[in-house]
C-alpha cells in the first residue's frame, strides 16, 4: 500500500508560478513512474506529466513549456513547477503512481488561479 501526499496547491494570480511536491511513503527508486494529473471543474481527469524511475518523462503537448516535472532528492517525490499561470490552469492536482502492478493517487491539491 502507498500513500500520496501532495502539497504546495494555493490561490495564484494569472501569470504566477507554483511548485507542487508529492511524497510516497514508500521511500523506493521502484516506483514505476510518478506524475500529475488534473481535473477542472466539469471536465475529465487530464494528465499533466509523468516521470519513470529512469528519468523519462511523457507529457502532452499542451502540457509542454509550463509544466515540469521532476523527481526530488528523495526517493519517493515527485516535483511540478508551474510557471506563466492561467486560469484555465485552476484544477485539483492528483499525484499518481504505479507501483508493484498497482496504481496509487493521492487526495488531490486544489490550484486556484485568479484573473
Known amino acids: 500500500q502507498v500513500q500520496l501526499v501532495e502539497s504546495g496547491g494555493g490561490l495564484v494570480q494569472a501569470g504566477g508560478s507554483l511548485r507542487l511536491v508529492c511524497a510516497a511513503s514508500?521511500?523506493?527508486?521502484?516506483?514505476?513512474?510518478m506524475g500529475w494529473y488534473r481535473q477542472a471543474p466539469g471536465k475529465q481527469r487530464e494528465l499533466v506529466a509523468l516521470v519513470t524511475h529512469d528519468g523519462d518523462i511523457t507529457q502532452p503537448d499542451s502540457m509542454k513549456g509550463r509544466f515540469t516535472i521532476t523527481r526530488g532528492n528523495v526517493k519517493g517525490t515527485v516535483l511540478l513547477y508551474m510557471v506563466n499561470l492561467k486560469p484555465e490552469d485552476t484544477a485539483v492536482y492528483y499525484c499518481?503512481?504505479?507501483?508493484?502492478?498497482?496504481?496509487?493517487w493521492g487526495k488531490g491539491t486544489l490550484v486556484t488561479v485568479s484573473s
Open positions: 514508500e521511500r523506493v527508486a521502484t516506483i514505476q513512474h
Open positions: 499518481n503512481a504505479h507501483y508493484r502492478g498497482l496504481e496509487y
